[in-house]
Nanobody, 128 residues
Framework: QVQLVESGGGLVQPGGSLRLSCAAS????????IGWFRQAPGKEREVISC????????YYPDSVKGRFTISRDNAKNTVYLQMNNLKPGDTAIYYC?????????????????????WGQGTQVSVSS
């Protein structure tokens, strides 16, 4: 049974930093392309970072480029999202995800339909 568990969210002031973790059981994260998504109240879920399998290509939309960094710790079967210089607009629930079609993928996917496995989400709130 595949399970993804996010952690590391919280309340932070503008300009602050957080590191989100996505720990997996039931699969080896390094074998899969992984995505981080977020969803703010009243808004659609959006992709904010992706990484291909085996530390391949990464993706960041302009809204977070230069502030967010995705990385893996294969020994811990965990993917991280380091978030710096946080802004109030970053407030949302953050999710990690992967999918069966992303196994061994040398590329990442921006399509939600490709993601079968989702964590429960972790709340990030940026406010003074």
């Amino acid at each position: 049974q595949v399970q993804l568990v996010e952690s590391g969210g919280g309340l932070v002031q503008p300009g602050g930093s957080l590191r989100l973790s996505c720990a997996a059981s039931g699969l080896t994260l390094n074998d899969y392309a992984i995505g981080w998504f977020r969803q703010a109240p009243g808004k659609e879920r959006e992709v904010i970072s992706c990484i291909a399998s085996s530390d391949g290509a990464t993706y960041y939309p302009d809204s977070v480029k230069g502030r967010f960094t995705i990385s893996r710790d294969n020994a811990k079967n965990t993917v991280y999202l380091q978030m710096n210089n946080l802004k109030p607009g970053d407030t949302a629930i953050y999710y990690c995800a992967t999918g069966t079609s992303l196994y061994g993928s040398i590329w990442y996917s921006l399509r939600l339909i490709d993601y079968d496995y989702w964590g429960q989400g972790t709340q990030v709130s940026v406010s003074s």
